[in-house]
C-alpha cells in the first residue's frame, strides 16, 4: 500500500526566510497531493494541493512542487511570517481513494 | 457559518464509561471522516462514509461505532472508554472520497 514519508518533523526558520518541507510517497498511482496546516487546538487546514498532471502550483506565498520520476513533493513558504507557526501535513491518494498522511512537520518562524 | 461542527469540544469521562461525540456538515459534502490523532500529532483515519454507507473501516476496536443518519451528519459512539482512547478526534467531510477535505475544531477526548 501507499507510504507516506515527511521531513523534518521540525523545522525553525527565522522570520523572513524561506521554508521547504518535503515528502516521498511510494505508489506511483498516487495522483493527488493536498497539504494542509494545523494551528495550535485546531483542526487541520487545506492550504494548497497539485494533481499529478501538473509540476508546480502557487497562491501568494506557498507553492507546491511534484516531481512524479522521484516520487515526492515539497511546500515552499517564501517570506515565513509568525501567523505561519504549525504544523504542516503532507498527504497522497490515489483515484478518489483514502488520503495516506506524512507525520507533520512543526514549523517554527523566530522573530 | 461553521462548515464542519462536532460536539462537545472537550471530554473527560471515566474509564468503561459510554460516550458520543457528534458531527455535522453544511457542505453538501457526501463523503465524511472520522480521525484519531494521537499526542505525537499522527492522524489516523478511522472511518469513512459516503453517502451514509461506511467506505472505509480501518482497524480500530468495534468499541468504536459510527453512526451516520443521513451524508451530513456522522456520529461516533465508544463503548467502554479505555485510558488508551485518550486523543483528539476530528470530524471531516469532502466532496470526493480522498480529495480535500475540511476539518471540524476536534474533541479532546481524556478517560480517567
Known amino acids: 500500500g501507499e507510504n507516506v514519508e515527511q521531513h523534518p518533523s521540525t523545522l525553525s526558520v527565522q522570520e523572513g526566510d524561506s521554508a521547504v518541507i518535503k515528502c516521498t510517497y511510494s505508489d506511483s498511482a498516487s495522483n493527488y497531493f493536498p497539504w494542509y496546516k494545523q494551528e495550535l487546538g485546531k483542526g487541520p487546514q487545506l492550504i494548497i494541493d497539485?494533481?499529478?498532471n501538473v509540476g508546480e502550483k502557487k497562491d501568494q506565498r506557498i507553492a507546491v512542487t511534484l516531481n512524479k520520476t522521484a516520487k515526492h513533493f515539497s511546500l515552499h513558504i517564501t517570506e515565513t511570517q509568525p501567523e505561519d507557526s504549525a504544523v504542516y501535513f503532507c498527504a497522497a491518494s490515489i483515484d478518489n481513494y483514502q488520503l495516506i498522511w506524512g507525520a507533520g512537520t512543526k514549523l517554527i518562524i523566530k522573530p | 457559518d461553521t462548515a464542519v461542527s462536532q460536539t462537545p469540544k472537550y471530554l473527560v469521562t471515566q474509564m468503561g464509561n459510554d460516550k458520543s461525540i457528534k458531527c455535522e456538515q453544511n457542505l453538501g459534502h457526501d463523503t465524511m471522516y472520522w480521525y484519531k490523532q494521537d499526542s505525537k500529532k499522527f492522524l489516523k483515519i478511522m472511518f469513512s462514509?459516503?453517502?451514509?454507507?461506511?467506505?472505509i473501516n480501518e482497524t480500530v476496536p468495534n468499541r468504536f461505532s459510527p453512526k451516520s443518519p443521513d451524508k451530513a451528519h456522522l456520529n461516533l459512539h465508544i463503548n467502554s472508554l479505555e485510558l488508551g482512547d485518550s486523543a483528539v478526534y476530528f470530524c471531516?467531510?469532502?466532496?470526493?472520497?480522498?480529495?480535500?477535505?475540511?476539518f471540524g475544531q476536534g474533541t479532546r477526548l481524556t478517560v480517567v
Open positions: 497539485i494533481r499529478s
Open positions: 462514509y459516503n453517502n451514509k454507507e461506511l467506505i
Open positions: 471531516a467531510s469532502s466532496q470526493v472520497s480522498g480529495r480535500g477535505a475540511f
